[in-house]
């Protein structure tokens, strides 16, 4: 079993930059497909970015294609986040989940609060 840790969520400025971190511990995870999901303060669980097993990478609304970016380093057993140009409605609770053969997204981490400031 895979145990997922985020890291790095913090309160910015609008405008800022952040990096989050997902660390998996367990078992190696080079063979999961790993992606970030937020939920904002009263909105439904949004996906954000994924990375697969295989190297490919998804976003989710085409906003946020320009200023997310998700990388992978699966000697460290984590996975990336980078969040540029943050604006006040990027503001949420940041999830990291991994899904192994499973067709649902089933593993996932404790979540990392976003908070951006105007």
């Known amino acids: 079993q895979v145990q997922l840790v985020e890291s790095g969520g913090g309160l910015v400025q609008a405008g800022g930059s952040l990096r989050l971190s997902c660390v998996a511990s367990g078992r190696t995870f080079n063979s999961y497909d790993v992606g970030w999901f937020r939920r904002a303060p009263g909105k439904e669980r949004e996906f954000v970015a994924a990375s697969t097993w295989s190297g490919g990478v998804t976003y989710g609304a085409d906003a946020m294609k320009g200023r997310f970016t998700i990388s992978r380093d699966n000697a460290k057993n984590t996975v990336y986040l980078q969040i540029s140009s943050l604006k006040p409605e990027d503001t949420a609770v940041y999830y990291c989940?991994?899904?192994?053969?499973?067709?649902?997204?089933?593993?996932w981490g404790q979540g990392t609060q976003v908070t951006v400031s105007s």
């Open positions: 989940a991994a899904k192994g053969s499973a067709a649902a997204w089933d593993l």
